[in-house]
Every structure is written in structure tokens, then in C-alpha cells.
């Protein structure tokens, strides 16, 4: 492995735009760096293998063991695969029916694996780049990625993207109806909780980066990402971590319980202080913090699963969130490949029992969710990772541009309530690309 300190000072907008017209860049872009949270953010493009399709973990396991090395130094990723896991690669792991549409029809796993990087440290806005001799030898790899950063491409040729009229997959209607066969089937014990989510779609015209760079400003977060998989492509602003693999200490920060943030700081502590004093919020997250426990305690070392920052908050551009952190130790023997097939998807974005609220979801929600839920992030040759949940999440392919919203359903849920906060955090999505677009 080769690390070169490109000198000068470097922002991610200036690395997207240099990125933009290169086989398949990413960006997987710690935009706000919550409480010690995205102190990094990595960029890259060219990747000299694909895993996607058919292929499950296992094959992206096989694919990247040749490459297999030892961690190195303080940068975290310094090379491996970066891609998503669709939500409905969970039907993989689990035997769940097929009732929702798939209109999107993308696969459920699409990773490029990458040996040239650049690692953006936020703090210092130093850019190291990486190369480790896989495809091409280190000094190639090096020299031709410092010579992608170092060409400007005018932001200026980019034109106003235009949108047609936003189509819901059902109606408000239809979404408080689906509420209250949730509570229904919790009245029932089928469930104790169950995300429910609706979807907004229109056809779209624009530079995907473009909508990327302008999302990532109005609507920061710790876990975003941007991944053009060829025919498709996908953007987040995520503020929840999925699993961050680091040796054999993992970590996981489920969110359940949301409110919009106020106008000024007295109301903004006025609503916190509402979240943080509904019992309904506490027993929701604790509820998906068991459910967590228990998926790493499948993989983890005994005794070793640790709940941490119990109902913590967490502030973004228009809402705010209740968190945890759950921490465990990998067992002998274990890889990340396994902590994903043990986590995946994410109690927080399922509900519990998951199996249980997973089939709830596929006779509810009308379409299939694709990565909307799923995880997007990176594992490295080293055997580290760190993976989002791809909530603020939007898909654009064949024209379409779509975004996904959820809520938390328990028994004494107010589905009135429940769409409100759908409508809540996707506030910032909306507002942004009302902003940016021209009426077609």
C-alpha cells in the first residue's frame, strides 16, 4: 500500500465535481459530523471488478479474498468494496412472500470493488490518496487518481433540472388505513412494532450529481452517499449507521423517535424535551435496541453486547432523533460478512419481531422498498466496514426520480400522527429539490 498527502486544502464538493464523468464514482460523505460521528469521508471511481447482479455475500466475499490484507495506520478505508445491500436483499435470509411490485427493478447487491481511494480527514481538510498495486502498480494508481482531482470541470455547464408532478404509492388515506391494520396486528400479537413507509416518485431530468451536491447542503448528515451503479443511481443523506466493523469491535446506532426542530433554540428544546419525555419514544427504541442485541448476539463474543447513549439525541437540518449505541465483540471465527447476514436489515427499519414485521410490510407497502432501508457503505479488504441504513434515500433510473419515508408503528400509534412524521423528515428532501428544479 501506497498513501499520498495531496497537498492543499480540499472540500467534497471540489472532489464530487472532479469525480463527475468517471466510470462509476462514489462518494461516501460524512456532510455533518455528529458528536465524533463521519470524521471521514472517501471518494473514488474506476472500480476493476463488479459484484452485483445474482450475487450474494458469499460471492463478494470469494471475490474480495484474494485481495484480503491487514489493517494499516489511522485511515479507516483504504480500499475494498463500496455499494448497497437493497432492503430486499433480506428476502435472501429470510423466507418472505412476494406481494409488492418490483418497479424498480435494480439487484439487490451491486459492489465495485476499488484499489485507488482518496480519504478526506474533515478536521485537517487533508486528502490522503491510496493506492494498493491490485490492478495497475501503486505509483500508476496514485498518478492517475491525483490527475482526476487535480482537472476542474465547470459547475456551470450543469443546467436546472426539471420534474413532473410528484405520484405517491397510495394515499394519505391508504397510509393511515395500513396504521390500523398495524395496530391491529399488534392488538393481535403478531407484532410489537412495525415500520411502515410511503413513497414518492416523478419523472426527472438532471445531473444526478448535481441533485447529490445539493442535498448534501440542505440536508447534512454523518452516513451520506453518493453511487452511480451505471444505469442507475443512488443518493443519501443518512443520519443512521448500520454496522461499523473495526477489528472485532462492532458497532450499531438504531433511531427510533423523531420531532421537527423548532424555529429558534427555546422551541427546538421545548420539542426535545417532549421526544425525551414520551414514554412511547422510550419503549419504541428500547424495543429496537433488543432486537439489535439480540442480531449481534449471534455473532459477538459471549457477555460482550453492550447498550450505550440510551435515548441520546441527535439534531439535523429538520428534525431530530433518539438514539442508541450498541456495541459487541466479534467471536472467533467470525468475518463482516457474517455480522451483515446476522444484522441485515436493520431492526430499526423493520420492527420486531422482524421476520414477522417484515412479512407486515410486504402486504402493506404496495411497492417494493429497493435500497430505501437497505445499507450503502463500504467493507475494506482489511476486513473493516461501515455500512449506513439507506433511509433519505432517493433512486434515480429510466427517467424516475423517487424517495421513501417511514414511521415507527406501536399499539397506541396516532396514524394522523404517524404521516405527519413521514412528512417531517422528509421535509428537508422536498425543500431541496423544489429549490433546485425547474417547473418541465
Same mark, same amino acid.
Given at each position: 500500500?501506497?498513501?499520498?498527502?495531496?497537498?492543499?486544502?480540499?472540500?467534497?464538493?471540489?472532489? +464530487?465535481?472532479?469525480?463527475?464523468?468517471?466510470? /462509476?464514482?462514489?462518494?461516501?460523505?460524512?456532510?455533518?459530523?455528529?458528536?465524533?460521528?463521519?470524521?471521514?469521508?472517501?471518494?473514488?471511481?474506476?472500480?476493476?471488478?463488479?459484484?452485483?447482479?445474482?450475487?450474494?455475500?458469499?460471492?463478494? /466475499?470469494?471475490?474480495?479474498?484474494?485481495?484480503?490484507?491487514?489493517?494499516?495506520?489511522?485511515?479507516?478505508?483504504?480500499?475494498?468494496?463500496?455499494?448497497?445491500? *437493497?432492503?430486499?436483499?433480506?428476502?435472501?435470509?429470510?423466507?418472505?412472500?412476494?406481494?409488492?411490485?418490483?418497479?424498480?427493478?435494480?439487484?439487490?447487491?451491486?459492489?465495485?470493488?476499488?484499489?485507488?481511494? *482518496?480519504?478526506?480527514?474533515?478536521?485537517?481538510?487533508?486528502?490522503?490518496?491510496?493506492?494498493?498495486?491490485?490492478?495497475?502498480?501503486?505509483?500508476?494508481?496514485?498518478?492517475?487518481?491525483?490527475?482526476? +482531482?487535480?482537472?476542474?470541470?465547470?459547475?456551470?455547464?450543469?443546467?436546472?433540472?426539471? /420534474?413532473?408532478?410528484?405520484?405517491?404509492?397510495?394515499?394519505?388515506?391508504?397510509?393511515?388505513?395500513?396504521?390500523?391494520?398495524?395496530?391491529?396486528?399488534?392488538?393481535?400479537?403478531? *407484532?410489537?412494532?412495525?415500520?411502515?413507509?410511503?413513497?414518492?416518485?416523478?419523472?426527472?431530468?438532471?445531473?444526478?450529481?448535481?441533485?447529490?451536491?445539493?442535498?448534501?447542503?440542505?440536508?447534512?448528515?454523518?452516513?451520506?452517499?453518493?453511487?452511480?451503479?451505471?444505469?442507475?443511481?443512488?443518493?443519501?443523506?443518512?443520519?443512521?449507521?448500520?454496522?461499523?466493523?473495526?477489528?472485532?469491535?462492532?458497532?450499531?446506532?438504531?433511531?427510533?423517535?423523531?420531532?421537527?426542530?423548532?424555529?429558534?433554540?427555546?422551541?427546538?428544546?421545548?420539542?426535545?424535551?417532549?421526544?425525551?419525555?414520551?414514554?412511547?419514544?422510550?419503549?419504541?427504541?428500547?424495543?429496537?435496541?433488543?432486537?439489535?442485541?439480540?442480531?449481534?448476539?449471534?455473532?459477538?463474543?459471549?457477555?460482550?453486547?453492550?447498550?450505550?447513549?440510551?435515548?441520546?439525541?441527535?439534531?439535523?437540518?429538520?428534525?431530530?432523533?433518539?438514539?442508541?449505541?450498541?456495541?459487541?465483540?466479534?467471536?472467533?471465527?467470525?468475518?463482516?460478512?457474517?455480522?451483515?447476514?446476522?444484522?441485515?436489515?436493520?431492526?430499526?427499519?423493520?420492527?420486531?419481531?422482524?421476520?414477522?414485521?417484515?412479512?407486515?410490510?410486504?402486504?402493506?407497502?404496495?411497492?417494493?422498498?429497493?435500497?430505501?432501508?437497505?445499507?450503502?457503505?463500504?467493507?475494506?479488504?482489511?476486513?473493516?466496514?461501515?455500512?449506513?441504513?439507506?433511509?433519505?434515500?432517493?433512486?434515480?433510473?429510466?427517467?424516475?426520480?423517487?424517495?421513501?419515508?417511514?414511521?415507527?408503528?406501536?399499539?397506541?400509534?396516532?396514524?394522523?400522527?404517524?404521516?405527519?412524521?413521514?412528512?417531517?423528515?422528509?421535509?428537508?428532501?422536498?425543500?431541496?429539490?423544489?429549490?433546485?428544479?425547474?417547473?418541465?
Amino acid at each position: 500500500m501506497q498513501v499520498r498527502l495531496l497537498e492543499g486544502r480540499w472540500t467534497a464538493e471540489d472532489l +464530487l465535481l472532479r469525480l463527475e464523468g468517471e466510470e /462509476r464514482p462514489f462518494a461516501l460523505d460524512s456532510a455533518q459530523t455528529n458528536d465524533g460521528l463521519g470524521k471521514w469521508s472517501f471518494f473514488g471511481a474506476n472500480p476493476f471488478e463488479l459484484v452485483m447482479g445474482d450475487a450474494d455475500l458469499a460471492a463478494l /466475499r470469494a471475490a474480495m479474498q484474494p485481495y484480503a490484507r491487514q489493517a494499516s495506520g489511522e485511515i479507516p478505508f483504504t480500499g475494498g468494496a463500496v455499494g448497497y445491500l *437493497a432492503y430486499d436483499y433480506g428476502r435472501r435470509l429470510e423466507c418472505i412472500p412476494e406481494q409488492a411490485v418490483d418497479d424498480r427493478a435494480i439487484p439487490d447487491l451491486c459492489f465495485g470493488l476499488y484499489d485507488g481511494i *482518496a480519504a478526506l480527514e474533515h478536521q485537517t481538510g487533508k486528502l490522503y490518496l491510496i493506492a494498493l498495486g491490485i490492478r495497475a502498480p501503486e505509483e500508476s494508481v496514485l498518478c492517475e487518481l491525483e490527475a482526476i +482531482l487535480r482537472t476542474a470541470r465547470p459547475e456551470a455547464a450543469w443546467k436546472p433540472p426539471t /420534474r413532473e408532478p410528484w405520484d405517491w404509492n397510495g394515499t394519505e388515506a391508504d397510509f393511515m388505513r395500513s396504521v390500523q391494520r398495524i395496530k391491529d396486528y399488534i392488538a393481535s400479537g403478531d *407484532a410489537y412494532q412495525v415500520n411502515l413507509s410511503r413513497r414518492a416518485r416523478c419523472r426527472y431530468e438532471g445531473a444526478p450529481m448535481q441533485l447529490y451536491r445539493a442535498l448534501r447542503r440542505g440536508n447534512p448528515a454523518p452516513y451520506g452517499a453518493y453511487l452511480d451503479c451505471g444505469d442507475w443511481q443512488l443518493i443519501s443523506t443518512s443520519p443512521e449507521q448500520f454496522l461499523r466493523k473495526s477489528g472485532r469491535e462492532l458497532c450499531t446506532r438504531p433511531i427510533k423517535g423523531t420531532r421537527p426542530r423548532g424555529v429558534c433554540s427555546k422551541e427546538d428544546a421545548v420539542l426535545a424535551a417532549d421526544l425525551k419525555g414520551s414514554e412511547k419514544e422510550r419503549a419504541e427504541l428500547l424495543m429496537i435496541v433488543d432486537l439489535v442485541r439480540n442480531d449481534l448476539g449471534r455473532v459477538a463474543e459471549y457477555g460482550s453486547v453492550k447498550v450505550e447513549q440510551l435515548y441520546h439525541l441527535e439534531y439535523y437540518a429538520r428534525v431530530m432523533h433518539q438514539t442508541a449505541q450498541v456495541r459487541a465483540r466479534l467471536a472467533e471465527g467470525g468475518d463482516v460478512f457474517d455480522c451483515v447476514e446476522a444484522l441485515f436489515p436493520g431492526g430499526s427499519v423493520t420492527g420486531a419481531p422482524k421476520i414477522r414485521a417484515m412479512e407486515i410490510i410486504e402486504e402493506l407497502e404496495p411497492t417494493r422498498r429497493g435500497v430505501y432501508c437497505g445499507s450503502m457503505g463500504y467493507i475494506g479488504f482489511d476486513g473493516e466496514a461501515e455500512l449506513n441504513i439507506a433511509i433519505r434515500s432517493l433512486h434515480l433510473k429510466d427517467g424516475w426520480l423517487d424517495y421513501q419515508l417511514g414511521s415507527g408503528i406501536v399499539w397506541d400509534s396516532d396514524p394522523q400522527v404517524e404521516l405527519q412524521e413521514t412528512m417531517d423528515k422528509g421535509r428537508a428532501i422536498h425543500e431541496t429539490i423544489e429549490a433546485l428544479c425547474q417547473p418541465s
